[in-house]
């Protein structure tokens, strides 16, 4: 399932979503790719959305979920990239 957290986040300008799937990275990008949704905005384990695109995320199917609820779900789903594996990673590519 596709999910997305209010428009809570600011950044760059905007205020910006969290796209996640709760089964694979896979779905993911399938539904991104089907709505333009550019790879660049990729974080690991999510899409940033910006909030002027959240009304059309939802009515292409992505299921809206609090922010902590997202969480949760990416968490139960084995998806999650921590903060301590997103170091380790930046520390490899350095």
């Known amino acids: 399932m596709i999910l997305i957290d209010p428009a809570t986040w600011p950044?760059?300008?905007?205020?910006?979503?969290h796209l996640v799937s709760d089964s694979s990275i896979e779905e993911l990008h399938?539904?991104?790719?089907r709505l333009g949704i550019p790879r660049r905005l990729f974080d690991e384990d999510h899409y940033d959305v910006p909030v002027e695109r959240y009304d059309e995320v939802v009515a292409a199917g992505a299921v809206?979920?609090?922010g902590r609820?997202?969480?949760?779900?990416?968490?139960a789903s084995g998806l999650r990239v921590t903060q301590a594996q997103r170091a380790g990673r930046s520390h490899e590519r350095g």
């Open 11 to 17: 950044g760059w300008g905007r205020t910006w979503s």
């Open 30 to 33: 399938d539904f991104a790719g």
């Open 64 to 66: 809206e979920v609090s």
């Open 69 to 75: 609820e997202l969480i949760r779900r990416l968490l």
